[in-house]
T-cell receptor, first 117, second 114 residues
Framework: ETGVTQTPRHLVMGMTNKKSLKCEQH?????MYWYKQSAKKPLELMFV???????ENNSVPSRFSPECPNSSHLFLHLHTLQPEDSALYLC????????????????FGEGSRLTVL | AQSVTQLGSHVSVSEGALVLLRCNYS??????LFWYVQYPNQGLQLLLK??????LVKGINGFEAEFKKSETSFHLTKPSAHMSDAAEYFC????????????FGSGTRLLVRP
């Protein structure tokens, strides 16, 4: 496996379900991200983890709960979602420290397409 | 605060024609600027980036972009469009000290007509 792998690629869930999205990076990076991509909206940064510590949390509703057990894995736990949460959820990774030559260079997975009924 | 504006949510060109995708940025500090591409059913992929070295930046697949400070622009060009270039293109700006502050534009979908 190479790059950034996301599973599942597609997920349909009811508003009362609990599910999780998984991301795994094989690039040796030390920072991981969750982005939300909705139709006709700019990419929204949800969470950032650096060295397994959360460094960004952009006012995301508590029904989204991230988990980063190690620098290679990132989860997004989903609970009692709303239909407006239907979107493509993208995971990304990068190599930090901040200000290094790779600043802003993110490597993305193919995304998990979530549909909330 | 930083922001990017991409002019035109859709751009349509004929195969072989010039591709021009526009991006203007706003930044109170010297920016890093990026173009990312998203092919159908895929994640984003870095196309090229400007990090205060050469103002003309060459990327993958024959694309290039020029940083113009006086115009606060970073437009993406390709001399001759190919059918495989059909995708969505995102301009992004970042502060030099953090990838966490990468700000994406709303994207431009490039359509290539045969």
């Amino acid at each position: 496996e190479t790059g950034v792998t996301q599973t599942p690629r597609h997920l349909v869930m009811g508003m009362t379900n609990k599910k999780s999205l998984k991301c795994e990076q094989h690039l040796g990076h030390n920072a991981m991200y969750w982005y939300k991509q909705s139709a006709k909206k700019p990419l929204e940064l949800m969470f950032v983890y650096s060295l397994e510590e959360r460094v960004e949390n952009n006012s995301v509703p508590s029904r989204f709960s991230p988990e980063c057990p190690n620098s290679s894995h990132l989860f997004l736990h989903l609970h009692t979602l709303q239909p407006e949460d239907s979107a493509l959820y993208l995971c990304a990774s990068s190599q930090e420290p901040a200000g290094g030559p790779n600043t802003g260079e993110l490597f993305f997975g193919e995304g998990s397409r979530l549909t909330v009924l | 605060a930083q922001s990017v504006t991409q002019l035109g949510s859709h751009v349509s060109v004929s195969e072989g024609a010039l591709v021009l995708l526009r991006c203007n940025y706003s930044s109170s500090v010297p920016p890093y600027l990026f173009w990312y591409v998203q092919y159908p059913n895929q994640g984003l992929q870095l196309l090229l980036k400007y990090t205060s070295a050469a103002t003309l930046v060459k990327g993958i697949n024959g694309f290039e972009a020029e940083f113009k400070k006086s115009e606060t622009s970073f437009h993406l060009t390709k001399p001759s469009a190919h059918m495989s270039d059909a995708a969505e293109y995102f301009c992004a700006v970042s502060r030099m000290d953090s990838s966490y502050k990468l700000i994406f534009g709303s994207g431009t979908r490039l359509l290539v007509r045969p």
